[in-house]
Protein backbone atom coordinates (compact mmCIF):
# COMPACT_ATOMS: atom_id res chain seq x y z
CA UNK A 1 0.00 0.00 0.00
CA UNK A 2 1.34 3.26 -0.70
CA UNK A 3 -1.08 6.29 -1.07
CA UNK A 4 0.05 9.52 -2.82
CA UNK A 5 -1.29 12.74 -1.70
CA UNK A 6 -1.67 14.20 -5.09
CA UNK A 7 -3.09 17.47 -4.23
CA UNK A 8 -4.01 19.27 -0.84
CA UNK A 9 -7.75 17.50 -0.86
CA UNK A 10 -6.52 14.52 -2.81
CA UNK A 11 -5.52 11.07 -2.14
CA UNK A 12 -4.71 8.05 -4.70
CA UNK A 13 -3.82 4.24 -4.27
CA UNK A 14 -3.04 2.62 -7.54
CA UNK A 15 -1.04 -0.40 -5.86
CA UNK A 16 -3.94 -2.81 -5.37
CA UNK A 17 -5.05 -5.12 -7.77
CA UNK A 18 -8.07 -4.06 -9.23
CA UNK A 19 -9.20 -0.53 -9.80
CA UNK A 20 -7.63 2.99 -8.47
CA UNK A 21 -9.08 3.88 -5.32
CA UNK A 22 -9.52 7.57 -4.32
CA UNK A 23 -10.05 10.07 -1.17
CA UNK A 24 -11.42 13.59 -1.40
CA UNK A 25 -10.93 14.86 2.28
CA UNK A 26 -13.67 17.23 2.89
CA UNK A 27 -14.20 19.55 6.14
CA UNK A 28 -17.14 17.81 6.73
CA UNK A 29 -16.06 13.58 5.53
CA UNK A 30 -14.66 12.31 2.88
CA UNK A 31 -15.96 11.09 -0.83
CA UNK A 32 -14.33 7.98 -2.22
CA UNK A 33 -14.50 6.80 -5.62
CA UNK A 34 -14.20 3.19 -5.92
CA UNK A 35 -13.44 0.53 -3.81
CA UNK A 36 -10.87 -2.18 -3.91
CA UNK A 37 -11.24 -5.87 -5.63
CA UNK A 38 -9.98 -7.46 -3.10
CA UNK A 39 -11.52 -7.69 0.57
CA UNK A 40 -8.87 -7.87 2.56
CA UNK A 41 -7.79 -4.76 0.42
CA UNK A 42 -11.13 -3.19 1.20
CA UNK A 43 -10.38 -3.27 4.70
CA UNK A 44 -7.00 -1.76 4.55
CA UNK A 45 -8.14 1.20 2.69
CA UNK A 46 -10.82 1.95 5.04
CA UNK A 47 -8.62 2.48 8.46
CA UNK A 48 -6.11 4.25 6.21
CA UNK A 49 -9.05 6.63 4.54
CA UNK A 50 -10.95 6.89 8.33
CA UNK A 51 -7.62 9.03 9.56
CA UNK A 52 -8.51 11.56 7.58
CA UNK A 53 -12.46 12.01 8.35
CA UNK A 54 -15.89 9.95 8.02
CA UNK A 55 -16.25 8.24 5.55
CA UNK A 56 -19.67 9.23 4.00
CA UNK A 57 -19.57 8.29 0.57
CA UNK A 58 -18.64 5.62 -1.53
CA UNK A 59 -19.17 6.87 -5.57
CA UNK A 60 -18.41 3.75 -7.94
CA UNK A 61 -17.60 4.96 -11.79
CA UNK A 62 -19.43 2.00 -12.77
CA UNK A 63 -20.80 -1.40 -11.74
CA UNK A 64 -17.80 -3.89 -12.47
CA UNK A 65 -16.72 -6.14 -9.52
CA UNK A 66 -12.82 -4.34 -9.47
CA UNK A 67 -14.50 -0.92 -9.15
CA UNK A 68 -17.66 -2.00 -6.49
CA UNK A 69 -16.41 -5.31 -4.37
CA UNK A 70 -15.03 -3.46 -1.71
CA UNK A 71 -18.05 -1.48 -1.09
CA UNK A 72 -18.83 -4.10 1.18
CA UNK A 73 -16.60 -3.33 3.70
CA UNK A 74 -17.39 0.52 3.47
CA UNK A 75 -19.62 2.50 5.77
CA UNK A 76 -21.47 5.56 4.08
CA UNK A 77 -23.55 5.87 1.44
CA UNK A 78 -22.77 4.16 -1.84
CA UNK A 79 -23.38 6.35 -4.81
CA UNK A 80 -23.79 5.64 -8.55
CA UNK A 81 -25.87 5.89 -12.01
CA UNK A 82 -28.88 4.23 -11.91
CA UNK A 83 -28.57 1.31 -14.00
CA UNK A 84 -25.07 0.28 -11.80
CA UNK A 85 -27.36 -0.51 -9.43
CA UNK A 86 -29.44 -1.98 -11.84
CA UNK A 87 -26.74 -4.33 -13.15
CA UNK A 88 -25.62 -5.01 -9.85
CA UNK A 89 -28.87 -6.26 -8.60
CA UNK A 90 -29.53 -8.19 -11.55
CA UNK A 91 -29.17 -11.91 -12.70
CA UNK A 92 -26.20 -10.12 -14.82
CA UNK A 93 -24.32 -9.76 -11.52
CA UNK A 94 -21.27 -12.28 -11.07
CA UNK A 95 -23.07 -15.13 -9.15
CA UNK A 96 -21.61 -16.14 -5.67
CA UNK A 97 -19.75 -19.78 -7.22
CA UNK A 98 -17.79 -16.82 -9.93
CA UNK A 99 -16.62 -14.99 -6.49
CA UNK A 100 -15.58 -17.52 -4.50
CA UNK A 101 -13.37 -18.78 -7.66
CA UNK A 102 -12.16 -15.71 -8.16
CA UNK A 103 -11.19 -14.94 -5.11
CA UNK A 104 -9.37 -18.07 -4.56
CA UNK A 105 -6.52 -17.32 -7.19
CA UNK A 106 -6.67 -12.94 -6.38
CA UNK A 107 -7.40 -13.14 -2.45
CA UNK A 108 -7.85 -16.62 -0.64
CA UNK A 109 -7.81 -14.69 2.90
CA UNK A 110 -11.32 -13.70 2.04
CA UNK A 111 -12.80 -16.78 0.52
CA UNK A 112 -15.35 -18.05 3.45
CA UNK A 113 -16.45 -14.35 3.53
CA UNK A 114 -17.89 -14.77 -0.20
CA UNK A 115 -18.98 -18.63 0.67
CA UNK A 116 -20.91 -17.39 3.50
CA UNK A 117 -22.48 -13.84 4.34
CA UNK A 118 -20.98 -11.81 1.02
CA UNK A 119 -24.22 -9.39 -0.44
CA UNK A 120 -23.32 -7.19 -3.13
CA UNK A 121 -23.57 -3.91 -1.36
CA UNK A 122 -25.45 -1.47 -4.63
CA UNK A 123 -25.54 1.85 -5.01
CA UNK A 124 -28.12 3.51 -2.58
CA UNK A 125 -28.14 7.04 -4.18
CA UNK A 126 -28.80 7.18 -7.70
CA UNK A 127 -28.47 9.42 -10.06
CA UNK A 128 -28.88 9.74 -14.08
CA UNK A 129 -26.89 12.66 -15.62
CA UNK A 130 -25.69 14.98 -13.15
CA UNK A 131 -25.11 14.98 -9.07
CA UNK A 132 -22.84 17.57 -6.68
CA UNK A 133 -21.74 15.87 -3.22
CA UNK A 134 -21.10 19.02 -0.98
CA UNK A 135 -18.74 18.06 1.89
CA UNK A 136 -18.00 21.46 3.94
CA UNK A 137 -15.13 23.21 2.39
CA UNK A 138 -15.12 20.60 -0.80
CA UNK A 139 -17.34 19.73 -3.42
CA UNK A 140 -17.42 16.89 -6.48
CA UNK A 141 -19.66 16.93 -9.45
CA UNK A 142 -20.30 13.49 -10.96
CA UNK A 143 -21.48 12.72 -14.35
CA UNK A 144 -22.98 10.59 -16.41
CA UNK A 145 -20.57 9.69 -19.16
CA UNK A 146 -21.73 6.38 -21.43
CA UNK A 147 -18.86 4.78 -22.96
CA UNK A 148 -16.47 2.34 -21.19
CA UNK A 149 -19.92 0.93 -19.58
CA UNK A 150 -23.60 2.20 -20.34
CA UNK A 151 -23.76 3.86 -16.63
CA UNK A 152 -20.15 5.05 -16.32
CA UNK A 153 -19.51 8.20 -14.14
CA UNK A 154 -16.78 10.94 -14.05
CA UNK A 155 -16.05 12.05 -10.93
CA UNK A 156 -14.62 16.03 -10.99
CA UNK A 157 -13.12 17.92 -8.13
CA UNK A 158 -12.95 21.27 -9.63
CA UNK A 159 -11.07 23.14 -6.71
CA UNK A 160 -8.15 20.82 -7.00
CA UNK A 161 -8.49 20.44 -10.65
CA UNK A 162 -8.79 16.41 -10.70
CA UNK A 163 -10.52 14.31 -12.80
CA UNK A 164 -11.46 10.88 -11.63
CA UNK A 165 -11.95 8.90 -14.83
CA UNK A 166 -13.13 5.62 -14.14
CA UNK A 167 -12.11 3.36 -16.91
CA UNK A 168 -13.12 6.19 -19.73
CA UNK A 169 -9.09 6.41 -19.40
CA UNK A 170 -6.99 3.46 -18.29
CA UNK A 171 -3.45 4.81 -18.04
CA UNK A 172 -2.37 0.94 -17.40
CA UNK A 173 -3.57 0.40 -21.44
CA UNK A 174 -6.87 -0.88 -22.67
CA UNK A 175 -9.51 -2.33 -20.54
CA UNK A 176 -11.90 -4.74 -21.53
CA UNK A 177 -14.40 -3.64 -24.02
CA UNK A 178 -17.33 -6.06 -23.76
CA UNK A 179 -19.59 -3.81 -21.82
CA UNK A 180 -18.80 -0.74 -24.19
CA UNK A 181 -20.18 1.01 -27.03
CA UNK A 182 -17.05 2.53 -28.65
CA UNK A 183 -18.58 5.44 -30.57
CA UNK A 184 -19.50 6.60 -26.93
CA UNK A 185 -16.27 5.94 -25.58
CA UNK A 186 -14.65 8.02 -27.67
CA UNK A 187 -17.18 10.42 -27.13
CA UNK A 188 -16.63 10.40 -23.39
CA UNK A 189 -12.68 10.99 -24.05
CA UNK A 190 -13.84 13.95 -25.94
CA UNK A 191 -15.81 15.21 -22.80
CA UNK A 192 -12.75 14.60 -20.52
CA UNK A 193 -10.88 17.09 -22.95
CA UNK A 194 -13.57 19.39 -22.51
CA UNK A 195 -12.44 19.85 -18.74
CA UNK A 196 -10.54 22.15 -16.70
CA UNK A 197 -8.13 20.18 -15.11
CA UNK A 198 -4.44 18.50 -14.46
CA UNK A 199 -4.34 15.52 -13.14
CA UNK A 200 -6.61 12.78 -14.39
CA UNK A 201 -7.08 9.69 -11.85
CA UNK A 202 -7.59 6.46 -14.13
CA UNK A 203 -9.47 3.77 -13.73
CA UNK A 204 -6.25 1.56 -14.01
CA UNK A 205 -2.50 2.82 -14.09
CA UNK A 206 -0.73 5.99 -12.95
CA UNK A 207 -2.08 9.42 -12.28
CA UNK A 208 -2.14 10.94 -15.68
CA UNK A 209 -2.64 14.43 -17.86
CA UNK A 210 -3.75 15.63 -20.66
CA UNK A 211 -0.91 13.93 -23.06
CA UNK A 212 -1.55 10.35 -21.55
CA UNK A 213 -5.30 10.69 -22.01
CA UNK A 214 -4.09 11.16 -25.75
CA UNK A 215 -1.78 8.64 -25.57
CA UNK A 216 -4.66 6.11 -24.30
CA UNK A 217 -7.17 7.58 -26.99
CA UNK A 218 -4.19 5.96 -29.80
CA UNK A 219 -4.26 3.07 -28.01
CA UNK A 220 -7.62 2.66 -28.20
CA UNK A 221 -7.51 3.88 -32.28
CA UNK A 222 -4.62 1.39 -32.93
CA UNK A 223 -7.33 -1.43 -32.07
CA UNK A 224 -10.25 -0.08 -33.51
CA UNK A 225 -8.21 0.15 -36.93
CA UNK A 226 -7.19 -3.53 -36.61
CA UNK A 227 -10.21 -4.34 -36.72
CA UNK A 228 -11.80 -2.70 -39.49
CA UNK A 229 -8.68 -3.32 -41.84
CA UNK A 230 -9.47 -7.16 -41.39
CA UNK A 231 -13.75 -6.58 -41.41
CA UNK A 232 -12.17 -4.90 -45.24
CA UNK A 233 -10.76 -7.89 -46.32
CA UNK A 234 -13.96 -9.80 -45.27
CA UNK A 235 -12.78 -11.25 -42.22
CA UNK A 236 -16.37 -12.71 -40.21
CA UNK A 237 -16.10 -11.66 -36.78
CA UNK A 238 -15.46 -15.36 -35.15
CA UNK A 239 -12.10 -15.14 -37.01
CA UNK A 240 -11.16 -11.37 -36.19
CA UNK A 241 -12.30 -11.73 -33.15
CA UNK A 242 -9.58 -14.37 -32.35
CA UNK A 243 -6.77 -13.25 -34.27
CA UNK A 244 -6.69 -10.15 -32.97
CA UNK A 245 -5.44 -9.47 -29.16
CA UNK A 246 -4.13 -6.40 -27.30
CA UNK A 247 -2.03 -6.36 -24.27
CA UNK A 248 -3.89 -6.95 -20.77
CA UNK A 249 -2.11 -5.34 -17.90
CA UNK A 250 -5.29 -4.75 -15.65
CA UNK A 251 -5.86 -8.45 -14.96
CA UNK A 252 -3.11 -9.53 -14.95
CA UNK A 253 -0.32 -11.18 -12.11
CA UNK A 254 1.10 -8.56 -10.07
CA UNK A 255 4.26 -9.32 -7.51
CA UNK A 256 1.22 -9.62 -4.67
CA UNK A 257 -1.40 -10.94 -6.52
CA UNK A 258 -2.29 -14.15 -8.81
CA UNK A 259 -4.98 -12.16 -11.26
CA UNK A 260 -7.30 -13.55 -13.42
CA UNK A 261 -6.93 -16.93 -15.14
CA UNK A 262 -5.60 -17.11 -18.76
CA UNK A 263 -8.88 -18.05 -19.49
CA UNK A 264 -10.63 -14.89 -18.41
CA UNK A 265 -8.61 -13.17 -19.55
CA UNK A 266 -8.76 -14.44 -23.30
CA UNK A 267 -12.96 -14.62 -23.09
CA UNK A 268 -12.50 -10.56 -22.00
CA UNK A 269 -10.49 -10.26 -25.11
CA UNK A 270 -12.71 -12.59 -27.46
CA UNK A 271 -15.56 -9.99 -26.33
CA UNK A 272 -13.51 -7.16 -26.53
CA UNK A 273 -12.78 -7.51 -30.47
CA UNK A 274 -16.33 -8.93 -31.27
CA UNK A 275 -17.84 -5.68 -29.62
CA UNK A 276 -15.40 -3.32 -32.06
CA UNK A 277 -15.75 -5.46 -35.15
CA UNK A 278 -19.94 -5.05 -34.35
CA UNK A 279 -19.71 -1.33 -33.43
CA UNK A 280 -17.87 -0.57 -36.17
CA UNK A 281 -20.55 -2.30 -38.31
CA UNK A 282 -23.24 0.30 -37.15
CA UNK A 283 -20.45 3.42 -37.29
CA UNK A 284 -17.58 2.92 -39.91
CA UNK A 285 -16.28 6.03 -39.39
CA UNK A 286 -15.20 5.13 -36.03
CA UNK A 287 -11.36 4.94 -37.53
CA UNK A 288 -10.98 8.38 -37.72
CA UNK A 289 -12.11 9.03 -33.86
ZN1 LIG B 1 -11.94 -1.40 -14.15
Known sequence: MSPQRITPKVIVETEYFGS?????????????????????????WR??????GEIRFVVNSDHHPDHTIGNYVMPGDVVGHTDTRERLLSSEAPSRE???????????????????????RAPNIVFDSKMDIHLGDASVELTHRPGH????????????????????VCEAGLPSFQDSKIVDWFDALDAV????????????????????????????????????????R???????AEEIRFEDNIHVATDSC???????????QLRSISRIYQDLQETPDLVSR
Not at 47 to 52: C, G, M, R, T
Not at 101 to 106: A, E, G, S, V, W
Not at 149 to 168: L, M, P
Request: charged share 25%.
Open 234 to 240: GHELQQV
Open 149 to 168: TRNSVITYFAEDKVIFSGDV
Open 47 to 52: KYAEQF
Open 193 to 232: DCYDYVYVVPGHGEVTDRAGVQRYRELGRQVVTQVAERMD
Open 98 to 120: YLVDLMKRIDPMSVSIFENEYQV
Open 258 to 268: AGYSDDMINIF
Open 20 to 44: NNSIVVGSEGLVLIDSPHCLSDAKK
